[in-house]
T-cell receptor, first 115, second 116 residues
Framework: GNSVTQMEGPVTLSEEAFLTINCTYTATGYPSLFWYVQYPGEGLQLLLKATKADDKGSNKGFEATYRKETTSFHLEKGSVQVSDSAVYFCALSDLSNGGSEKLVFGKGTKLTVNP | NAGVMQNPRHLVRRRGQEARLRCSPMKGHSHVYWYRQLPEEGLKFMVYLQKENIIDESGMPKERFSAEFPKEGPSILRIQQVVRGDSAAYFC??????????????FGEGSWLTVV
């Protein structure tokens, strides 16, 4: 079945540090890939997405590239801010072979950025 | 355009009581999804509904849980005879159309259920 594995947290960085959160996936077809962010006490917000191999999703300085050869979708940001402190979830949806649009999530990675 | 609205945001129930969680999708959205987030876990799919139809309930526990999305009004997730293990955050999401590659699903802020 489909699954998402993301690096265990928590991750603690200083402001302006470089961020990488690893995400790999297993899918039977050709999934779309997503990163969602959850700020404390809030719901999930879509951060970025990519729908096919080699696509790069980007938003708010975050980027992730859909790598089919390594089945990965790592999240990166060149210079994090305190306001980026949140939990980040990698997810996929796989519509091929008649699959439904339900999202399969990783367990989340908690990021704390210190001033 | 208001986002996905869920209520209540926080709900406390004693063991054996019923919990009802409501979700109003974004305007113009007729597809609703419910997810559950257990402590320290990612979100797990529960059910996918369109107006008056359950499309996929493969993630719903076999007993005590039910969901509906009537022609008029919000979608309801109902948990009967709650137990402590039902304590979780329940998220509703909506989308404007059926499954399509890269279709964006919008999440509500969640309903936190605590069973005491």
């Amino acid at each position: 079945g489909n699954s998402v594995t993301q690096m265990e947290g928590p991750v603690t960085l200083s402001e302006e540090a470089f961020l990488t959160i690893n995400c790999t996936y297993t899918a039977t077809g050709y999934p779309s890939l997503f990163w969602y962010v959850q700020y404390p006490g809030e719901g999930l917000q879509l951060l970025l997405k990519a729908t096919k191999a080699d696509d790069k999703g980007s938003n708010k300085g975050f980027e992730a590239t859909y790598r089919k050869e390594t089945t990965s979708f790592h999240l990166e940001k060149g210079s994090v801010q305190v306001s980026d402190s949140a939990v980040y979830f990698c997810a996929l949806s796989d519509l091929s072979n008649g699959g439904s649009e339900k999202l399969v999530f990783g367990k989340g990675t908690k990021l704390t950025v210190n001033p | 355009n208001a986002g996905v609205m869920q209520n209540p945001r926080h709900l406390v129930r004693r063991r054996g009581q019923e919990a009802r969680l409501r979700c109003s999708p974004m305007k113009g959205h007729s597809h609703v999804y419910w997810y559950r987030q257990l402590p320290e876990e990612g979100l797990k799919f529960m059910v996918y509904l369109q107006k008056e139809n359950i499309i996929d309930e493969s993630g719903m526990p076999k007993e005590r849980f039910s969901a509906e999305f009537p022609k008029e009004g919000p979608s309801i997730l109902r948990i009967q005879q709650v137990v402590r293990g039902d304590s979780a955050a329940y998220f509703c999401a909506s989308s404007p159309r059926g499954p399509s590659s890269g279709n964006t699903i919008y999440f509500g802020e969640g309903s936190w259920l605590t069973v005491v």
